[in-house]
């Protein structure tokens, strides 16, 4: 992707309305509905900015947000399962986030060191 003038996102709405459909027939066909999806946005938006603003100083934009929030979680979940870290799971909302946090800088610091240093700059 190319950097575009004032710093606007290079992500089209077409990507987000196609991703949002895709997470709806996801959502209704295997967790029960539309309200825990999103919920489950609302969690990866807030999780991927709180990661911004601890590996960047600053707030990505609401999908870069969201995608960094929803690997967050995925990973955070690897790692707690995988040192044990069970205890987390338990803590209502905040330890939710915490487990998504973690895995967030985990990635944004590892495709730092092994792919690009400047990745989500």
Known sequence: MTKRKNDESAYSPALLIILLILLWIFASNVMGGI??????????????AITGLIVRGSSYDLLKNGLL?????????ALVRFFGLHFLYHIPLVGLL??????????????RIFVDKNFAR
């Open 98 to 111: 915490a487990v998504g946090i973690l895995g967030a800088v985990t990635l944004v610091y590892a495709m």
């Open 69 to 77: 929030g929803f690997a967050g979680a995925i990973l955070g979940g």
């Open 35 to 48: 309200v825990p999806l999103l919920w489950k946005l609302l969690y990866w938006i807030a999780t991927g």
